[in-house]
């Protein structure tokens, strides 16, 4: 185990010498830019080596991963992020450990979210993802709705029971007029939350970057960034 700690540790430290520049060439704080580490396909003893390491946030996308690994661990410091498209079957169990979903993208989704907080007497943050592949269309192919329903879904949300709205999420579209266009993307994404917080002034996290593209997402302004395959490694092809 201490070999993989010493790895993970090495990867934090690469990972957080690059949000650091990235923070000084855009002029921002280092704090001002948290690190949410994806560790989905990985196992709990990786969670607890992270946390031992100083992470604080961890994000997984699928609740049959997810549910088991958060209870594996409910006694870490930890905020859990929940970030893949979430079917309403299993956000009865994803509201038992997420403290934010980062995924929330249609209001059938908003209702059963806010049912199961209720009743699990849990306050959930929510994020709105954003697809900026979307078009006119109502949802993106990563899922996301599209720029033009982020007003009425965000009312929703601050309006429901056990649910607190938090901001946006976006995830770099493959196509669609910000494909290879990153920080585009990402700039694209700002000016919503701008816009957003002018109704809900608390709404103020914008979650994007990944692995791949975290800088550009740092230099448009982005609160927090979700990386993976940089902090854990490049995950086993499964099959």
Known sequence: MTERKDELAGNLAKVEERIATACAAAGRKREEVALIVVTKTYPASDVRILSELGVRHVAENKDQDAAPKA????????????????Q????????????????????????????????????????????????????????????GGVEELADLIAGAPGLR?????TVAPLTGEYAGRELAAFERLMDLSTDLRRAHPAANMVSAGMSADLEQAVAAGATHVRVGTAVLGVRPRLG
């Open 88 to 147: 309403t079957n299993k956000v009865r169990s994803v509201v038992g450990y997420a403290d934010l979903v980062q995924s929330v993208d249609r209001s059938k989704l908003v209702t059963a979210l806010s049912k199961e907080a209720v009743r699990a007497e849990r306050e959930v943050g929510c994020l709105i993802q954003v697809a900026l592949d979307a078009g006119e269309r109502e949802r993106g192919e990563r899922g996301g709705v599209a720029p």
């Open 165 to 169: 709205l938090d901001g946006l999420m």
């Open 71 to 86: 209870a594996e661990c409910s006694d870490l410091p930890l905020a859990w992020h929940f970030v893949g498209q979430l």
